[in-house]
Structure formats: C-alpha cells, structure tokens
C-alpha cells in the first residue's frame, strides 16, 4: 500500500504579510478619504455658508429687535404713560398700541403735542438702532382703528374709515418728520374691524370703556428678509 504524500498548503500566508497587507489597505483608504475631502462639491459648501450666515443673521436681527424693544419702553417709562401705550415683542417685530384718547382729542386726526415728543422719540431710536445696522429689511405700519358708532357729530369726517385713515396718516407724518424714511411706512385704515373687545353688550348696549379700548392707533414695525 502506497504512502500519500501529504502536499504542502500554498495558501498559507506569514503573519507578518497579514498584518502588512492590512496596514495597506488602510492606508488606501486613508488616502482615499483624503483626496476626497480635497476635492469638496461647491454647491454643498456654498449651500452650508449661506445657512450659516443666515442663522448669523437671524440671530443679530432678534438681538437688535430686542434691544429696540427695551429702548422703545424706556421711553414710555420716562414719559409715565405705561397706562396708555403698551409695547410688545413678538415673532413677528415689534407692536406698539396706543390708546386714541392719549392721542388725539375727539373728532380729531391731528396729534396731541404732548405726544409728538413720544412719536418723536419712536421715531429717533428706530432710526439709530434699525437704519444704522446691516439689517434693512422692515417695514413700519400704522393701523387706525375706531369703535363701531359712526362719527355723527363729526363735522370733517363721515365713516369710521375716513376717520381710521387720517388719524393713522397723523402718526405717520410725525414719524416721518422725525426722520423714518418714506419707503419704510405706510398708512392703513382699519375702522371698526378689528376691535380689541366687544364694543356692544350681549343687550346691544354700548360699552363705552370697551369702545374707548378700540379706539386706538397700532405701530407695527415687521421683520421682513
């Protein structure tokens, strides 16, 4: 019976040729990811620096909106008249409510000269602070608003809508006068459209602390991009 010659195993690799063969290939791979990064997509790295100037921005645009507000209240605190004008910080820019009766005396669109300095003083701080940074985009809007009786005994207005659009036109213009610019504010006549609280009771019966509520002038200033 014939001995089997048991052959020799060809496949069998040093373990020094292992473990050099793997230091090869991640070598390789190293390499690779490195000219990969060499070689960045430009619109993936222009899309990520436009949304990181864009958050940069945003996050200034907040920081000055709200350095805005606290200004802006400042100056309703030194003229005492918190019980007349409320401001707010919001999402959206700034709101500024003013009571009708703190501006103007009755069948009247012209503002009383108490209040100019206030408007004055609005007027001053949006400019410095808004006009003077990088940030261009807002808008100011003046809303008038009336309560729900036509003004009957008024002898220079016939509907609440006339009487909406000069009384908002009149903060407009001493706005204008204390320096914002034209294109950034507008005028808008609103009636009795938007009351603040119900002008009638559940009877019909007039509530005249509510009606004088609703009589009022709103200062937006937006945020737009």
Not at 63 to 81: A, G, H, R, S
Not at 189 to 213: C, H, R, T, W, Y
Request: aromatic share 8%; glycine share 6%.
């Amino acid at each position: 019976m014939k001995k089997k010659v048991k052959k020799a195993d060809t496949d069998v690799v040093e373990g020094w040729m292992a473990t050099f063969a793997d230091m090869v290939t991640l070598l390789m791979a190293f390499f690779v990811l490195l000219y990969a990064m060499s070689h960045p997509d430009p619109g993936k790295f222009e899309d990520f620096g436009v949304a990181m100037q864009e958050a940069i921005s945003g996050e200034e645009v907040e920081n000055e909106f709200k350095e805005l507000t606290k200004n802006l209240q400042e100056i309703i605190d030194e003229q005492e008249i918190s019980d007349k004008v409320d401001i707010e910080l919001t999402p959206n820019g700034i709101e500024i409510q003013m009571e009708g009766k703190a501006l103007f005396a009755g069948c009247s669109a012209d503002v009383l000269s108490d209040m100019e300095p206030v408007i004055s003083s609005i007027s001053t701080v949006i400019t410095e602070l808004l006009d003077n940074s990088e940030y261009k985009g807002y808008m100011i809007e003046v809303e008038g608003h009336t309560d729900d009786q036509p003004p009957t005994s008024c002898r220079n207005f016939d509907t609440n809508w006339e009487l909406s659009a000069y009384r908002a036109t009149g903060v407009v213009e001493q706005l204008l006068a204390s320096g914002i610019q034209k294109e950034k504010i507008k005028a808008i006549a609103m009636a009795d459209s938007e009351p603040l609280v119900p002008n009638m009771d559940e009877n019909g019966n007039p509530i005249f602390i509510n009606q004088a509520k609703n009589r009022r002038v709103e200062i937006f200033i937006n945020k737009f991009d």
